[in-house]
């Protein structure tokens, strides 16, 4: 009668009265909790909970300096005898949301602040035209070996600066196109002569098969790119104003690296041992085009396959070492 009433079978509530009866009746009120408390548990959970092991161990790698896709890509690579990460796999969306669905407080901020843009809410910011200076006598990237392009030939490198508050310091920031690798080099001013003197330094220091030529924007740092090209031996292109993604490998390497030299922090503070220490971190962070491999392990590869044994010095003998 019961059953009827209610509009379910009768083995359903026989059911629910054993569960929730006894001697004295059904109890209604300890029935409605444990349904509350099953409801509560049901379901598909987040698989990125703040307060679960998966984000602890996101949150660890943010802390290293990792982004959501190189974190998401490398938990999921096995190859060459690695050991699949422990832990679910994860994609770098589920990362960027988990993040910004954290509450407003000082974890938030923390792990956001790690990401390449820190930006408090995702999406983009116009940004406004940037004015550059003519440089004279200088080869237009239209003229670079169609070899370079591909990025299979390796030595080829893009070049730029970073600038500390008010532009009155700047760091270097040479990369190889194919392995990404980026070196960074200390200078005391950006004046012209200090920026080619501290460029010819960095790549001289390069093996020579490694040193082919560098891609530089169309800075007014750069008007000693006729001594540069004699100190080195390198023929300098440069790529077209306004045009960055001629420098991809170079502007991407400069976002990151604002994750350790922020902008409008000043940079003459630093001297080559503590931008050593900053580059030694970038290069040992995974990168998705090398198949999440480093780019010291990359870079590292090279030098073996030209030392073929023996070590790899430089044109002015001195032994290199990435």
């Known amino acids: 009668m019961v059953a ?41 959970k987040p698989r990125l909970a703040p307060d679960g092991p998966l984000f602890a161990e996101i949150a660890r ?3 290293l300096g990792w982004s959501p896709e190189p974190i998401s890509g490398r938990r999921k690579r096995i190859e060459n005898g690695m050991e699949q990460p422990s832990g679910l796999r994860v994609s770098y969306e589920a990362i960027y949301t988990a993040l910004y669905a954290l509450p407003r407080g000082e974890l938030r901020r923390e792990l956001l602040s790690y990401l390449r843009q820190a930006k408090p809410m995702r999406g983009r910011k116009p940004k406004g035209s940037e004015r550059r200076g003519n440089l004279v006598g200088m080869t237009n990237i239209k003229e670079r070996p169609e070899e370079v392009e591909g990025r299979l030939v390796p ?12 532009g009155a310091s700047a ?13 960074l080099v200390h200078m005391a001013t950006r004046k012209t002569d200090v920026a080619a003197s501290a460029f010819a330094g960095a790549l001289k220091a390069i093996p ?5 030529t560098p891609t530089y ?13 004699a100190q080195t031996g390198m023929r300098i292109f440069f790529a077209d104003p306004h045009s960055p993604w001629q420098r991809g490998s170079n502007e991407n390497t400069n976002g990151l690296l604002r994750q350790y030299l922020p902008k ?3 940079l003459a503070g630093l001297d080559q041992d503590d931008l050593d220490l900053v580059a030694a971190s970038l290069n040992d962070r995974p990168w998705k085009t ?17 030392a073929s044994g023996s070590e790899t010095q430089t044109s002015d003998g001195v032994r290199y070492q990435c």
């Open 171 to 183: 760091v270097g920031t040479p990369v190889e196109r194919t392995t990404r690798l980026v070196v």
């Open 4 to 44: 009827r009433e209610l509009g379910r079978s009768p083995g359903t509530v026989c059911e629910e009265t054993r569960r929730h009866g006894d001697a004295a009746g059904y109890r209604a009120v300890t029935a409605e909790a444990d349904a509350a408390a099953g409801r509560r548990r049901s379901g598909r």
């Open 155 to 166: 030595g080829h490198w893009e070049g730029d600066l970073i600038l500390g508050a008010g």
């Open 290 to 306: 090398l198949d999440y491999a480093p780019p010291n392990e990359a870079f590292n590869s090279l030098l073996a396959k030209l």
């Open 264 to 266: 409008g922090s000043s």
């Open 217 to 229: 924007d169309q800075g007014k740092e750069m008007a000693g790119h006729a001594g540069l090209a």
């Open 208 to 212: 020579a098969p490694l040193r082919k």
């Open 61 to 63: 790698l943010l802390r």
